[in-house]
């Protein structure tokens, strides 16, 4: 008897995991940012442009590293600015935290508006 799970269901269980974790990344910065900040950019067309133009930086990033949109890309690129923002002392927003909803999106620090891209994107991609 043989204790071995096969290569083929290993790697199979391996990418649903991974896929797992970067939908659930990309909730959690749905409920941080995303939310808010698609709600923000629907009310007002200077917010809307600024995320407009952050999704198609975004799409050109991917499209330039040959990688489609879709979850995993976009959750390892959220990831890379969440991550960015951390070691410049930036920090994202508890999610659901009332300071976000009342923030003047116009003034958003980068990092806010290309996450909000990122979900705006997911969105339309229906990865989410």
Do not use: K
């Not at 442009?49 to 952050?54: L, N, T």
């Not at 959750?75 to 927003?93: C, E, K, Q, V």
Request: proline residues 3%; contains cysteine.
């Amino acid at each position: 008897m043989n204790n071995e799970i096969p290569a083929v269901t290993a790697q199979g269980l391996d990418a649903e995991l991974l896929l797992n974790a970067d939908l659930l990344f990309l909730d959690e910065i749905m409920a941080r940012v995303g939310v808010d900040g698609i709600t923000a950019a629907y009310a007002n067309v200077g917010v809307l442009a600024a995320v407009d133009q952050h999704a198609a930086a975004v799409r050109e990033s991917l499209r330039g590293a040959a990688r489609a949109i879709d979850a995993p890309s976009l959750a390892a690129y959220g990831r890379s600015i969440a991550a960015a923002a951390r070691r410049a002392g930036r920090f994202l927003p508890d999610p659901g935290g009332a300071h976000v909803a009342a923030m003047d999106w116009l003034a958003a620090d980068w990092h806010l508006l290309r996450l909000v891209a990122v979900c705006l994107l997911a969105e339309d991609a229906a990865v989410m």
